[in-house]
């Protein structure tokens, strides 16, 4: 593999342009994988667990770290770690790659900033339709009021 191919090659992954993070904020846990693939996964490490320490990274920006520990969910610790498990595949390489993959998307969508809203005010016949609608609501419940034989 060429060091360009790899991301574990360099110190400084690149997450986009703008931001990178370093690899000692990434730690690795090798473990069993679960599910179907018989005496391989009894026998072999192959699954992937990835920490990646978030609250202690000093290369993102604080807005950045907030919107990933929004999308990252219940994969962040109390701690302040992103833990990812990969074992879709047979090899370690390639699960590690994948939940590397995975990581850089989860901080890649956490630097995108979201589109402010615009408030808007309804139209003149949104507000007439919903006038409407009540006075028809209000004559609908009027009709249901007692009668003069029920006291």
């Known amino acids: 593999m ?3 191919a790899d991301p574990y090659a360099t110190s400084r992954i690149p997450v986009t342009e703008r931001y990178f993070i370093l690899k000692d904020d990434l730690t690795e846990d090798f473990i069993r994988a679960s599910g179907p693939g018989g005496q391989n996964v009894n026998k072999v490490s ?3 667990q990835l920490r990646f320490n978030l609250s ?3 290369t993102l920006p604080q807005d950045v770290k907030t919107r990933a520990s929004k999308i990252a969910g219940s994969r962040l610790t109390q701690y302040g770690e992103i833990i990812l498990q990969a074992d879709r595949h047979r090899t ?7 939940a590397l993959d995975r990581l850089l998307d989860l901080l890649r969508r956490a630097t995108e900033k979201p589109k402010p809203r615009k408030a808007t005010k309804p ?3 949104s507000k007439k ?3 409407e609608a ?6 609908t419940k009027k ?4 009668s003069s034989g029920d006291w």
Not at 134 to 139: A, D, I
Not at 143 to 146: D, H, N, Q, V
């Open 92 to 98: 370690r390489e390639r699960n590690r790659q994948d």
């Open 143 to 146: 009709l249901r009021g007692r």
């Open 2 to 4: 060429d060091d360009e």
């Open 129 to 131: 339709r919903r006038l």
């Open 123 to 125: 139209t003149l016949g």
């Open 56 to 58: 202690g990274n000093d």
């Open 46 to 48: 192959t699954a992937v």
């Open 134 to 139: 009540k006075k028809q609501r209000g004559q």
